[in-house]
């Protein structure tokens, strides 16, 4: 292989993450902010704020159902094809959104054509992760599997930042009547551009190796999925529950924290976005140390650490978030996202590992979606609710039980012989 045809493979596996969570944090921040009272009637703040965080949700109904569809057709057809579909279905979801009318210039239609945008970009996000990790995986070398795989991994921090920097972009620049008329939709027109990007590297790509083989064997499954659930359903199960604590401390350092620390704590949503664009880079260095750690030890070992940091951080919680000053919660939050790299970097590398290449696109997109939908999609919601019932403290035990959750789908797999 070139160093080319290297760059090619890597700069495409990172790309598609990259738009994967730029997509979704953009959505996350106009929900948070602007879509309430720009897409439905107008009846209570909060019943608008309630309207627009179930159009978020939607997002994670659509993710299992795409991780099915685009994981039979990268295990049918090829994974080259079908991340350039899943890539044109979320991000040409995301620039449809730019371009939506308000509910005042369309009624219902308005917060329909929402919804339907929405369900597209869940789609697509369904394939596109597991895609991106077999795209570098199968074509690593075998002692770099987990440097190569830690490029959709680091897909995160990228889109974070670009999402992040983006609004605190537009908030010095633009008075908040202009973010509300028309700002708000500069972010999805932009990800055209880092879609276009994607697709101009994917398309140049050829097949990997692993499925041509596979294909070349016949070992091709005509129903991916039922050959999972019947003969992989231990390592599924097992995959499933590592991915749980990666997505945990995300969402509660991301989400939660900035609710936490503007509403509660009193700190301004700029200076408290600007705190997480630093700790985030710490998840990049985690990411990085894990993943080159795993290449030279046992994987399971890294990921272990990752899943006892989890403990340990949601133990500190309590003290450190809610200490009330910025650098003790900056800290906290450099902390746990170094902490999750260890627990998110190497799995790029160890969940295509578990299943046989015929149903690896399958399996490894529903581990990752079923498992963010367990420790991430429930967990700023739970946070709200056991915050105001006991404080952070037990806010901090959802961590706990996340990263024991994880140490029991590693324990699961003892004795499993690895299948790629």
């Known amino acids: 292989m070139t160093p080319a045809s290297t760059r090619r493979i890597l700069l495409a596996s990172l790309t598609g993450t990259a738009v994967e969570f730029y997509d979704f944090y953009i959505y996350a921040t106009a929900a948070a902010l602007v879509f309430g009272p720009l897409f439905f009637p107008e009846t209570s703040g909060a019943a608008q704020a309630m309207l627009s965080y179930a159009t978020f949700g939607l997002a994670f109904i659509a993710r299992p159902v795409g991780a099915v569809a685009f994981g039979h057709f990268g295990d049918r057809v090829g994974r080259k094809s079908t991340l350039v579909a899943s890539l044109l279905l979320m991000g040409g979801s995301t620039v449809a959104i730019a371009f939506l009318p308000t509910y005042a210039q369309a009624g219902w239609i308005a917060p329909l054509l929402l919804c339907i945008a929405r369900l597209g970009q869940g789609l697509g996000l369904g394939g596109e992760w597991g895609g991106a990790a077999l795209l570098a995986v199968e074509n690593a070398p075998p002692h770099r599997r987990y440097t190569w795989g830690m490029f959709p991994p680091l897909g995160a921090p990228v889109g974070f930042i670009a999402a992040n920097g983006f609004f605190l972009v537009l908030g010095v620049f633009l008075t908040d009547q202009q973010f509300r008329e028309w700002g708000w939709r500069v972010p999805f ?80 949503r700029q200076v408290f976005l600007g705190v997480e664009l630093a700790a985030i880079l710490f998840l990049a260095a985690g990411v990085i140390v894990a993943s080159v750690m795993a290449d030279r030890r046992r994987p399971e070992r890294v990921l272990a650490l990752g899943f006892a940091g989890c403990v340990l951080v949601g133990l500190a919680m309590g003290p450190m978030l809610g200490a009330g000053s910025l650098v003790v919660i900056f800290l906290w939050l450099a902390l746990g996202l170094f902490v999750m790299g260890f627990a998110y970097g190497p799995l790029g590398g160890w969940l295509p590992g578990l299943f046989p290449a015929g149903v690896r696109y399958t399996g490894v997109s529903m581990t990752f979606n079923l498992g963010g939908i367990i420790g991430g999609a429930s967990a700023p919601i739970a946070a709200e609710w056991l915050v105001a019932r006991g404080g952070l403290g037990l806010v901090g035990m959802y961590l706990v039980a996340a990263g024991v959750l994880s140490l029991g789908g590693l324990a699961l797999l003892r004795g499993l012989k690895p299948a790629g």
């Open 189 to 268: 027109l932009a990800s055209s551009v880092l879609v276009a990007l994607g697709l101009w590297v994917r398309l140049r790509l050829t097949e990997t190796p692993a499925f041509q083989e596979a294909a070349a064997a016949e070992a091709l499954p005509k129903v991916p999925i039922a050959t999972l659930l019947s003969g992989h359903l231990r390592a599924t199960v097992a995959g499933t529950a590592a991915v749980v604590a990666c997505f945990a401390i995300f969402y509660l350092a991301t989400a939660f924290a900035l609710g936490y620390g503007t509403r509660t704590l009193g700190y301004s």
